[in-house]
């Protein structure tokens, strides 16, 4: 069965300062993996994504993730957070049905950054 | 353009009462998908059309739960019987079709089940 964990439920961080979101996921079958953000009162948008090729994306404010196959982790980082970054952050694979040649969003259950002045 | 849509923002109904919730996706779109997130937790997947077809219901969290989608556009989850668990903010995102392309998410119903 597919998962992904986010292992940190809160975050803390002073202005700044560098910060590392951590996601492992676990499949056995090739996965499509995102970091979505959703700021205060705000719907969920993407953040940045990895499909295929170079194993580190970024995000046009700064963060980046990169994709480690062998450890199964996207793990997010920026390396000076601001004020504004503070947000619920969001780790989540697509992965395909076999049997119904569908498809499966999974989520992990968030980690919320609070960056503090 | 317009983004993702949902009504109600809010609903508040008594146990044991059937509601329905409304997404309108982005148009173009042929991909939809309904997602429930409780408090403190992740998005739990629900379901997901491709045209007007769910390839696999197996998310929905029990049979009280269903989901429709006419004209390849708007979706309807429908929940019957409601009980207090069901209380939730649910999501409703959509895409182009195809595992890569990022989902849009609307602004969620949240529902109350007193």
């Known amino acids: 069965a597919q998962s992904v964990t986010q292992l940190d439920s809160q975050v803390p961080v002073f202005e700044e300062a560098p910060v590392e979101l951590r996601c492992n996921y676990s499949s056995s079958v090739s996965v499509y993996l995102f970091w979505y953000v959703q700021y205060p009162n705000q719907g969920l948008q993407l953040l940045l994504k990895?499909?295929?090729?170079?194993?580190l994306v970024e995000s046009i404010n700064g963060f980046e993730a990169e994709f480690n196959k062998s450890q199964t982790s996207f793990h997010l980082r920026k390396p000076s957070v601001h004020i504004s970054d503070t947000a619920e952050y969001f780790c989540?694979?697509?992965?395909?049905?076999?049997?119904?040649?569908?498809?499966?969003?999974?989520f992990g259950a968030g980690t919320r950054l609070f960056v503090k002045a | 353009g317009a983004g993702v849509s949902q009504s109600p923002s809010n609903k508040v109904t008594e146990k044991g009462k059937d509601v329905e919730l409304r997404c309108d996706p982005i148009s173009g779109h042929t991909a939809l998908y309904w997602y429930r997130q409780s408090l403190g937790q992740g998005l739990e997947f629900l379901i997901y059309?491709?045209?007007?077809?769910?390839?696999?219901k197996s998310g929905l969290p029990s049979d009280r739960f269903s989901a429709e989608r006419t004209g390849g556009s708007v979706s309807t989850l429908t929940i019957q019987r409601t009980q207090q668990e069901d209380s939730a903010v649910y999501l409703c995102?959509?895409?182009?079709?195809?595992?890569?392309?990022?989902?849009?998410f609307g602004p969620g119903t949240r529902l109350t089940v007193t």
């Open positions: 995102a959509s895409s182009f079709e195809g595992l890569n392309y990022e989902q849009y």
């Open positions: 990895y499909l295929s090729g170079s194993t």
């Open positions: 059309f491709q045209g007007n077809s769910a390839p696999d």
């Open positions: 989540a694979v697509t992965v395909l049905l076999p049997n119904t040649g569908g498809f499966k969003t999974i």
